[in-house]
């Protein structure tokens, strides 16, 4: 060969190398979502929020040298073997952690059978029951919203404080409303309410007028609705009104969407009060609106703050940890949790300064301060919402 061969096949050769680096360098994390389901409707805004927070990261240098680039999945919200497909594909097509899953049941249904196995992150944004926080799950499964058995406590207590006294529970029969309406009850009852009939119901019916029968057979005027906004939910409420025997209706977050109030006699559902996690005020929420402001993306749907959070939380811990799955939960709480010097949404810059320097960090997220505890779980603070003019809106917070 000669020396002008040789020159050329190490030039080729280099070029060949820098090309599979630059490919290697970037990052795939994965959005596992109900783009379908009975949550259909504030998926897309959450996914919307986690793609902004891979847009700042990446406007500002991106990570490990190279992009955020985020792959979509659909979990259904309720179907596990969805859930499992979905996840499959994210971590087949290389994604090294996902934000996600969107409902408690197909979390733990992805996580089981496709993230744990597999050591891959979760950070759900989403999936609140109670039975999450005793997952054995390796220290894989993350959650950015605080758990249902907080927020039923707060909720329980905050409606008997108000001088409701008695009311029946109707749930959706999953991971969710099961363990939403076993934490309330117990918090409600606890606090001096009385439970005049725990009644479980199946997704998907085109009728729920049993179950109503059963709850007001008992005499209540008040119904606590632990469902979804566009599944059973508006269902069972359509139900309930055209039957005439309640006067005071109740929800969760699940129902919190205004899709949930399509359809409905003007004013049928006013009144209404329901509990979802807070859009807290501070330097991490207003620094969340700015990003959101300067991105063009409408804020206030469910969720987004804390999708918001999930991604730029998993991108943080990926920088710390050199991009490596083996030690990432452990990342995932030194960026998180104090001490340390406070990174507000949008300041990837500044942190992957730190970072490199090692210095802590603390970030102070969307949502809130985050503080991951042994479980994965975060506190939080719960918000009251009420339905007023056909929409819902918040009244203040319960915690």
């Given at each position: 060969m000669t020396k002008l061969n040789k020159t050329a096949s190490l030039a080729a050769a280099l070029l060949l190398a820098t090309s599979a680096s630059a490919l290697a360098a970037d990052t795939k994390i994965g959005i596992l979502l109900g783009f379908t389901g009975p949550l259909d409707t504030l998926s897309p805004p959450m996914a919307e929020s986690a793609n902004l927070a891979a847009k700042n990261i990446n406007d500002q240098g991106g990570l490990l040298g190279g992009n955020v680039v985020t792959q979509t999945g659909d979990d259904n919200c309720v179907t596990a073997d969805m859930a499992t497909a979905a996840?499959?594909?994210?971590?087949?097509?290389?994604?090294?952690?996902?934000?996600?899953?969107?409902?408690?049941?197909?979390?733990?249904?992805?996580?089981?059978?496709?993230?744990?196995?597999?050591?891959?992150?979760?950070?759900?944004?989403?999936?609140?029951?109670?039975?999450?926080?005793?997952?054995?799950?390796?220290?894989?499964?993350?959650?950015?919203?605080?758990?249902?058995?907080?927020?039923?406590?707060?909720?329980?207590?905050?409606?008997?404080?108000?001088?409701?006294?008695?009311?029946?529970?109707?749930?959706?029969?999953?991971?969710?409303?099961?363990?939403?309406?076993?934490?309330?009850?117990?918090?409600?009852?606890?606090?001096?309410?009385t439970i005049t009939a725990n009644v479980a119901h199946e997704e998907g019916k085109a009728e729920y007028r049993a179950e109503l029968g059963q709850i007001a057979a008992t005499g209540t005027q008040n119904l606590l609705v632990l469902a979804y906004a566009n599944g059973s939910g508006k269902t069972v409420l359509q139900q309930a009104i055209e039957s005439g025997d309640f006067s005071a209706y109740f929800g969760a977050d699940g129902m919190v969407d205004n899709v949930l109030l399509e359809?409905?006699?003007?004013?049928?559902?006013?009144?209404?009060?329901?509990?979802?996690?807070?859009?807290?005020?501070?330097?991490?929420?207003?620094?969340?609106?700015?990003?959101?402001?300067?991105?063009?993306?409408?804020?206030?749907?469910?969720?987004?703050?804390?999708?918001?959070?999930?991604?730029?939380?998993?991108?943080?811990?990926?920088?710390?940890?050199g991009g490596a799955k083996e030690g990432l939960s452990q990342a995932l709480r030194d960026v998180a949790n104090a001490p340390g010097e406070v990174i507000l949404p949008g300041e990837w810059s500044k942190a992957v300064e730190l970072i490199k320097a090692g210095t802590d960090i603390d970030y102070q997220g969307a949502s809130g301060p985050i503080e991951f505890d042994a479980a994965g779980d975060v506190a939080g603070s719960v918000v009251e919402m009420t339905v007023k003019d056909g929409a819902f809106v918040e009244v203040g917070p319960l915690s």
């Open positions: 996840a499959t594909q994210l971590i087949n097509d290389g994604a090294v952690a996902i934000v996600g899953a969107m409902c408690s049941g197909v979390t733990i249904a992805a996580a089981n059978n496709v993230a744990i196995p597999n050591g891959v992150l979760m950070i759900s944004p989403s999936g609140t029951a109670a039975t999450i926080t005793t997952l054995e799950d390796k220290d894989l499964v993350f959650r950015t919203s605080p758990s249902d058995a907080y927020n039923s406590e707060v909720f329980a207590k905050a409606l008997v404080a108000r001088g409701v006294k008695e009311l029946g529970i109707t749930y959706v029969n999953n991971d969710y409303g099961k363990g939403l309406s076993d934490n309330f009850a117990a918090a409600y009852t606890a606090a001096g309410g359809g409905f006699p003007a004013g049928a559902l006013d009144g209404m009060t329901a509990m979802r996690p807070s859009e807290p005020t501070g330097a991490g929420p207003d620094a969340f609106a700015a990003a959101a402001a300067a991105g063009g993306m409408t804020t206030g749907s469910t969720f987004q703050q804390q999708s918001y959070d999930a991604l730029f939380l998993i991108a943080l811990a990926l920088e710390k940890n």
